[in-house]
């Protein structure tokens, strides 16, 4: 799904550095279902190595978890083996761009960071994204929930401490994160009614390591953060060289401390609700 990073790779330490922001919020939006769990038919959309996945299954009856990256999806299986013995959970292969289920079949569908993986939008128009959302529409029953997670553009600039030493690249996802009432916009175009959206701002994606203000200093670190994949080596060589000196310095951590300072304020990614009218 991924036209920028290497997941087959990334999959194999993804979970030492990333954590499912906001899962009480999707938790919380299946009650707007109004339906007994033991009748909820989830599909997650991107699934990655399962994460949301794990959390979601106790208020649902049945998974359907996707990725298009059989490194991700190997991660997954082995971390959900036991509910999938019991017929709980089910793994596929494939691409959000045409999902392989028949027409009204979930009750929700949950995308969690994965629209900012589709394409570029500098041509305004976000193509995959909506291509993605109305897919979403098609398999959803009706009054069927959407869930979608996603960074905007205040967010990638105020929210992540190191996000201003790779200008390249947080240039890059501002044409690849679709801003907030652009997708508000779409998701009518598509057929959804808007429900509402929030905020996790506690919530930070890689958890205790967005903490690590020496982070980006190590291979691995960056390689989880897929930002950074989209940042020339040069720009990083003078990233790193820059967070290299304040740690020799002891100013590293005032440092990170400094620029994250607005996090708090606007958040890391925001939740859309939205539902199949």
Not at 50 to 76: H, K, S
Not at 166 to 192: Q, W
Request: some cysteine; charged content about 20%; hydrophobic content about 40%.
């Amino acid at each position: 799904m991924s036209s920028y990073e290497n997941y087959s790779e990334v999959s194999k330490h993804y979970d030492q550095t990333r954590v499912p922001i906001g899962a009480e919020i999707l938790i919380g939006a299946l009650t707007l279902l109004r339906r007994s769990c033991s009748h909820i038919r989830l599909l997650d959309a991107g699934c990655g190595t399962g994460a949301y996945a794990e959390l979601a299954l106790p208020y649902v009856d049945r998974i359907d978890a996707m990725d298009i990256n059989p490194g991700m999806l190997a991660v997954a299986r082995e971390k959900l083996a036991d509910a999938a013995s019991e017929s709980r959970i089910a793994f596929h292969q494939d691409s959000v761009h045409k999902l392989p289920f028949a027409a009204e079949c979930f009750d929700v569908v949950t995308f969690n960071q994965v629209l900012h993986h589709l394409e570029t939008g500098q041509d305004g128009c976000f193509a995959g994204h909506r291509n993605a959302l109305a897919e979403a529409h098609r398999v959803l029953r009706p009054g069927g929930l959407l869930v979608v997670n996603c960074s905007n553009h205040e967010q990638l600039h105020r929210g992540y401490w190191y996000m201003h030493l790779i200008p390249t690249a947080l240039s890059a996802l501002y044409n690849r994160c679709i801003p907030s009432e652009k997708l508000k916009a779409m998701l009518g175009d598509v057929g959804f009614k808007f429900e509402d959206r929030f905020v996790p701002l506690d919530g930070v994606l890689q958890g205790a390591a967005y903490f690590q203000a020496s982070g980006p200093l190590e291979q691995q670190w960056r390689n989880a953060e897929s930002s950074w994949a989209l940042a020339p080596e040069n720009e990083i060589t003078t990233a790193v060289a820059k967070l290299q000196k304040l740690r020799e310095n002891g100013g590293l951590d005032a440092y990170m401390a400094e620029h994250d300072g607005k996090r708090r304020q606007v958040g890391q990614t925001t939740f859309f609700m939205a539902r199949k009218i």
